[in-house]
């Protein structure tokens, strides 16, 4: 498993990781930030995330697409 953190508080809700990477990110119905998709979500914290080793790569294509780099992935 691979730890995926958002630091939400400096998303802009641009939409790009949750294009680039639909399987581990999505917008957060309630703020319209982004959020780990719930599936993966630790503790149900929108923020913190646990995903498979195979979606490690399309989490860092995610991490890469975000202007504000708010995303961490490992
Ligand atoms: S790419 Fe970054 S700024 Fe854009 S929605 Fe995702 S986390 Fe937010």
Redesign the pocket.
């Known amino acids: 498993m691979v730890k995926v953190r958002?630091d939400r508080d400096e998303?802009?809700?641009?939409?790009?990781?949750?294009s680039s990477c639909p399987d581990v990110?999505a917008e957060n119905d309630d703020d319209g930030?982004?959020m780990v998709a719930t599936d993966y979500q630790v503790d149900g914290e929108p923020g913190e995330g646990s995903i498979p080793d195979d979606l490690e790569d399309c989490a860092n294509d995610g991490a890469d697409?975000?202007?504000?780099e708010?995303?961490h992935v490992g």
């Open positions: 958002i998303c802009i809700s641009c939409g790009a990781c949750w990110f930030l982004t697409s975000c202007p504000v708010c995303i």
